[in-house]
Each structure stands twice: as structure tokens, then as C-alpha cells.
T-cell receptor
């Protein structure tokens, strides 16, 4: 099993460009999340999904869009990239259910916006 | 809201030294607590977890005990190796609603550097 995969691994964008970060999982987990990691700030939740067709905002949703049409995929869209969105982005999944709160992470996408 | 505070790094140690990374939390109810490890250029891996008070999580020589009275979950290892050099994150899930099952609250991370 591949677990959680993310593409691309690295990306450079110019301010104002748009792009989609891909996330796919073969763990059959209902819950999927996107985080960004910035130095000294840990991981902050951008958006999350509790199942196909259901998404909600996290702590830092502005400038990002998500949709979840299948259990396996959870793409993150940057609508108009800004330098403040330079970060490392992680997708994560969790099984859900009482006691199953741990999340499993992809390898990350390192994004630079110039 | 929920929050996690962990000691700032970097923590620099010699091989075979004792490692402690402090983590305290603020949460309503009875959260589950986690330690994740991130090696350079990689994603986060679950290191250990504890789901109720006085539980001890352990893995790869690392241990942490869920202390509700002090709202703490300190990570310890008795004898570190160079391969333990990484960033360590403390995290919690309050688990109070089905909505919360898709989210973790993280501390800022502590970088650990082990020298030969």
C-alpha cells in the first residue's frame, strides 16, 4: 500500500498564479486534512473533510479551496498565490471512530511563491 | 480553545545522553495525546500515543506518560542515538465530536540534534 501520496514534491509559483496540490490515499480512511508547516509554528490546519462531499475550514483557510468527490482524493487549490503561502504542505488521513484519532501524513509539498 | 506548548529547541545532546522534551496542553474534556517525529525532508510519523490519564505510550525506546493532574505529556528516551536527530511534535485530539476526528492541534515542534 502506498498510504498517503502527495504531488508535486516541490513547486515554485509566481504571485497571482493558481495551482492544485494533489493528495491521494489508499487506506480507506474517511477523514482527510490539509496542514501547512511554517518555522516555529508547528502545523496549522487549513481545511479538512469528514467524508466524500463534506469539507470544512480549519484555522487558516483564506486563499485555499478544497473539494472531496471521492474517499481517496482531497486536492488543495491555491486560487491566487501570495508570498505568504510559501510553506510546506502536508496532507493527512485518519480512520475516525472512537479512539482512532491519530493521523497519517504524506511526504509533503514544498511550495515557494515569488 | 485547545493548545499545545512544547519546549523550544534546538536541543543538542551527545550520543547515549538522556532526552526529555516537555509538552503541556490545554483542552476541554479528555483529549488523546500524541508524539510525532519528522526526519529531514520527510513527513510526520506517529511515534507514540496515549488516550487516557496515566496511560504510557512507548515506541523505539521513547516513552511518554499522560499526566492529567499536570496536563503534561513529556517525551523521554534513556539513551539517544545520532539517528534520533529530528523534529519532534506534541499533538492532541479532543475527540469530543465526530468533526474533531479529522483534526490535530500541534505544538511548535522541538528540534533535537544528537552528536557522536
Amino acid at each position: 500500500n502506498a498510504g498517503v501520496t502527495q504531488t508535486p514534491k516541490f513547486q515554485v509559483l509566481k504571485t497571482g498564479q493558481s495551482m492544485t496540490l494533489q493528495c491521494a490515499q489508499d487506506m480507506n480512511h474517511e477523514y482527510m486534512s490539509w496542514y501547512r508547516q511554517d518555522p516555529g509554528m508547528g502545523l496549522r490546519l487549513i481545511h479538512y473533510s469528514v467524508g466524500a462531499g463534506i469539507t470544512d475550514q480549519g484555522e487558516v483557510p483564506n486563499g485555499y479551496n478544497v473539494s472531496r468527490s471521492t474517499t481517496e482524493d482531497f486536492p488543495l487549490r491555491l486560487l491566487s498565490a501570495a508570498p505568504s503561502q510559501t510553506s510546506v504542505y502536508f496532507c493527512a488521513t485518519s480512520k475516525g471512530g472512537t479512539g482512532n484519532y491519530e493521523q497519517y501524513f504524506g511526504p509533503g509539498t514544498r511550495l515557494t511563491v515569488t | 480553545g485547545d493548545s499545545v506548548t512544547q519546549m523550544e529547541g534546538p536541543v543538542t545532546l551527545s550520543e547515549e545522553a538522556f532526552l526529555t522534551i516537555n509538552c503541556t496542553y490545554t483542552a476541554t474534556g479528555y483529549p488523546s495525546l500524541f508524539w510525532y517525529v519528522q526526519y529531514p525532508g520527510e513527513g510526520l510519523q506517529l511515534l507514540l500515543k496515549a488516550t487516557k490519564a496515566d496511560d504510557k505510550g512507548s515506541n523505539k525506546g521513547f516513552e511518554a506518560t499522560y499526566r492529567k493532574e499536570t496536563t503534561s505529556f513529556h517525551l523521554e528516551k534513556g539513551s539517544v542515538q545520532v539517528s534520533d536527530s529530528a523534529v519532534y511534535f506534541c499533538a492532541l485530539s479532543d475527540g469530543m465530536t465526530t468533526d474533531s476526528w479529522g483534526k490535530l492541534q500541534f505544538g511548535a515542534g522541538t528540534q533535537v540534534v544528537v552528536t557522536p
